[in-house]
């Protein structure tokens, strides 16, 4: 049974920064590709990061490139999801996604990953 756990998500000033963090278990980290998604209130559920296998490649939303950088200690079976300069708009609850099983693939749509998280909130004020 795949469980994945997020947390860091708490309320921040906007300029702030924080870092998420999404541990894994019940299967073999290294071999998966991992996703951050985010859902406001009354929104889809949106891309905001993505890193495959290994740490080697990523992608990032254009919302947040530059300011959010994905990471992954497949030591640890944790990704994490660093935050820099939050924004008002940047509020919403933040869920880790995994799949196995995509070689090197990095993957950017969320009816892709087979695995989420509960998702932990992030409410940064103005």
């Known amino acids: 049974q795949v469980q994945l756990d997020e947390s860091g998500g708490r309320l921040v000033q906007a300029g702030g920064s924080l870092r998420l963090s999404c541990s894994a278990s019940?299967?073999?980290?290294?071999?998966?590709?991992m996703g951050w998604f985010r859902q406001a209130p009354g929104k889809e559920r949106d891309f905001v990061a993505a890193?495959?296998?290994?740490?080697?490649?990523?992608a990032y939303a254009d919302s947040v490139k530059g300011r959010f950088t994905i990471s992954r200690d497949n030591a640890k079976n944790t990704v994490y999801l660093q935050m820099n300069t939050l924004k008002p708009e940047d509020t919403a609850v933040y869920y880790c996604?995994?799949?196995?099983?995509?070689?090197?693939?990095?993957?950017?749509?969320?009816?892709?990953?087979?695995?989420w998280g509960q998702g932990t909130q992030v409410t940064v004020s103005s």
């Open positions: 996604a995994a799949r196995w099983h995509v070689s090197q693939r990095l993957i950017t749509t969320s009816s892709e990953y087979e695995y």
């Open positions: 019940g299967r073999t980290f290294s071999s998966n590709a």
């Open positions: 890193i495959n296998w290994n740490g080697g490649n990523t």
